[in-house]
């Protein structure tokens, strides 16, 4: 959450220059029919036109508002990122909701924080779902309809992938969705801790989200809603508050007992492995970095969704817990998927989602084999 506000500069800068072409004074044209006034999450009234013009969205928001909505069809453009993870042919998203594939691509290669407003004018969305005030004040001044999301600095409540979940839902008009899906998560987090009983030792977890271009890691810390997630897993995040950024030689320092890498840092356990800078690392030495798993919704992080959180801990739990914890990743990610998608994965994708190639020569491992 450190960077945000820079990359949301950035994004507002190009909405700004946007702006020179379609100033203020140019309004949507809304479609015809009785409104209905939800409020977004930062309390600003949006009106919603009947019948629904359908979803637009910038990135990260796309799957969870599915989770939500269970159907593409209101669905009508989508953030340029989104769009190139779903034409990914690895894409277990796009296997799931085959109507993804068929969105306008011109609009959704173009549709980004900078990007083309003329489209999303001429496209008349019934919403958009955007992050920060700052950039949904100009698009409400065209008169487009914004749910912006606003960034927290500091730790996110659990609570606030339900209070997302509530947001879609007020927005289609439906109801019952948000609730079975965070009974859902908190059902896995009960049995976690049922199955981890009293952990009395915590080893400490350095998990990776990105690799900087000095070589330096964007590491998670204990004050922040990931570093919960360590804890509710039955570790314990390094020794700082929020997200730090660590040189090898900090790294080294802080002597993690296990390594977590996302699939941003674009880096494997065998890079770990094969530098002789961190031969001497706890890690290393018994053989415990690991690739995270990427699961269905995003392609960059398994844990951060209110479907795949409590699977991203119950994977870390059987790494650095496997004498009490039982061998059932396989099963409950199945029955997940099947429950919450509708959809029967297969052996491959599974191996794929766990990264077992990536994570074959690390310990204990073999436990997520089929």
């Not at 015809?32 to 969205?57: E, M, Q």
């Not at 992080?301 to 650095?320: K, M, Q, R, Y």
């Amino acid at each position: 959450m450190a960077q945000a506000p820079a990359v949301f500069c950035v994004c507002f800068g190009g909405v700004c220059l946007m702006l020179g072409l379609f100033p203020p004074g140019l309004s949507h044209v809304a479609p015809n029919g009785p409104f209905r006034t939800v409020l977004d999450p930062s309390g600003k009234p949006v009106a919603i036109a009947s019948p629904y013009g359908g979803s637009a969205f910038f990135a990260p928001f796309l799957q969870e508002y599915l989770l939500v909505s269970q159907e593409t069809g209101s669905v009508v453009a989508m953030s340029a990122s989104d769009f190139r993870y779903i034409n990914h042919e690895d894409s277990l998203l796009a296997k799931i909701y085959p109507g993804l594939l068929h969105l306008n691509e011109s609009i959704s290669r173009r549709f980004s924080p900078a990007g083309n407003l003329e489209a999303m004018l001429q496209l008349r969305p019934g919403a958009i779902f955007a992050y920060s005030l700052s950039y949904a004040e100009p698009l409400r001044r065209l008169g487009l309809p914004v749910i912006s999301f606003p960034i927290i600095r500091g730790k996110i409540p659990q609570s606030d992938y339900y209070r997302h979940a509530l947001q879609y839902e007020r927005v289609l008009g439906i109801t019952g969705r948000a609730d079975e899906l965070w009974k859902r998560f908190q059902a896995g987090f009960a049995r976690l801790k049922a199955e981890l009983g009293d952990v009395t030792v915590r080893p400490r977890v350095m998990l990776a989200l990105t690799k900087q271009p000095d070589n330096s890691f964007q590491v998670v810390g204990g004050g922040e809603l990931l570093g919960d997630f360590l804890y509710l897993a039955g570790g314990r995040a390094l020794d700082n508050a929020g997200r730090a950024f660590l040189n090898p030689e900090q790294v080294m320092m802080q002597n993690p007992d296990v390594i977590l890498l996302l699939s941003l840092t674009e880096l494997s356990p065998a890079d770990f492995y094969s530098d002789p800078r961190f031969a001497s690392l706890s890690a290393v030495r018994s053989r415990r970095v690991y690739k995270v798993p990427t699961g269905i919704l995003d392609s960059q992080t398994f844990p951060n969704n209110i479907v795949e959180s409590p699977l991203f801990c119950e994977w870390l739990a059987e790494l650095i817990h496997p004498e009490v914890m039982p061998r059932d990743l396989r099963p409950v990610i199945r029955s997940t998927y099947a429950a919450v998608f509708g959809y029967t994965i297969s052996n491959p994708e599974l191996d794929r989602i766990l990264s077992l190639n990536a994570n074959a020569a690390s310990m204990g491992y073999r436990r997520f084999e089929q």
